[in-house]
Structure formats: C-alpha cells, structure tokens
C-alpha cells in the first residue's frame, strides 16, 4: 500500500510558476510508472505527465510540453509548472502505478494507477 500526498497548489496569474510535490508512505523505485494527472471544473480528469521511476524516462501532453516538468527522488515527486495559463486551472493528483502495462500500454490510462492522493487545487487568473 502507498499513501500519497499533494502539496503546493495555490493561486497565481497567468505566467507565474508553481511547483507541486506528492509525498509517498515509501519509495516510489518498485512502482512503474508515477504520474501527474488534472481535473478541470467540468471535465473528465486527465494526464499532465508522467514519469518512470527506474529509468527517469518522462512524457507530457502536448498542451503543457515546454511548461511543466516533471521529476522524482526518492520517495517525492514534483511538478515544476512554468508559464502558468488560466487553462491549466484545475485540481492536481498523483498517482503511481505497479502495473507494467502503464509503460508497455497506455501510460494515461487511469485505470493501471492504482494509487491516488487527495489532490491540490491550482487556479490560475488573467
């Protein structure tokens, strides 16, 4: 079992910058895949990015790539999240995932992250 824990939301104007972490009860080296994924008011949750523990190997949807990185160490995650834009506004969760088919499949599919924290809320204004 790993318990997860977001932190770092907040409130910014549009291209200011946040960094988002996620706390693991243990390191998060045995999982396959660890991921941030966002739920906009209104819409079906999706992946921001993600991030194979082993192999530091890293993905982005298109609409964040250049302006968000994702990084790991240890039993942490974070989310370092630059040029910040109002469509980026929504609530932020970690997730990480034992099954290998996130790395060998689909790495958005949210059904293969077993683990999920409570999430952070980023708001982002003009």
């Known amino acids: 079992q790993v318990q997860l824990v977001e932190s770092g939301g907040g409130s910014v104007q549009a291209g200011g910058s946040l960094r988002l972490s996620c706390a693991a009860s243990?390191?998060?080296?045995?999982?396959?895949?660890m991921g941030w994924f966002r739920q906009a008011p209104g819409k079906e949750r999706e992946g921001v990015a993600t991030?194979?523990?082993?192999?530091?190997i890293t993905y982005y949807v298109d609409s964040v790539k250049g302006r968000f990185t994702i990084s790991q160490d240890n039993a942490k995650m974070y989310l370092q999240m630059n040029t910040l834009k109002p469509e980026d506004t929504g609530m932020y969760y970690c997730?990480?995932?034992?099954?290998?088919?996130?790395?060998?499949?689909?790495?958005?599919?949210?059904?293969?992250?077993?683990?999920w924290g409570q999430g952070t809320q980023v708001t982002v204004s003009l």
């Open positions: 997730a990480a995932s034992n099954d290998r088919l996130c790395v060998y499949g689909d790495r958005w599919s949210q059904g293969l992250y077993k683990y």
């Open positions: 243990r390191y998060t080296s045995s999982m396959y895949c």
């Open positions: 991030i194979y523990p082993v192999a530091a």
